[in-house]
């Protein structure tokens, strides 16, 4: 009977390491996917701020060429009165 008791225990045992080595490479599995995970959330939010960034630029550089547009439809509009004076000197 202490035999079987013996192999009982020494099977129960077994099993119980088992089962904690498992878990612990489960749990070291855990740890390298959420390490994965905060590194992947931390290039999206990287990526998202260049995104914004570009986006800003863009915006800025709409407003400076609208600027450029207006600056150039004035000296056009002033070419051309300067141009009628002169016609109208010569006549």
Sequence with gaps: MSVCLSVCLSVCLVIVWCEQKQQSQLKQAMDESMKMSDAAQQAKRSLETKQQQGSNVVEQLKV????????????????????????????
């Design 64 to 91: 400076v060429v609208a600027e450029k547009e207006s600056k150039i439809r004035s000296l056009e509009l002033e070419v051309h009165q300067l141009q009628t004076v002169a016609v109208m000197r010569v006549l």
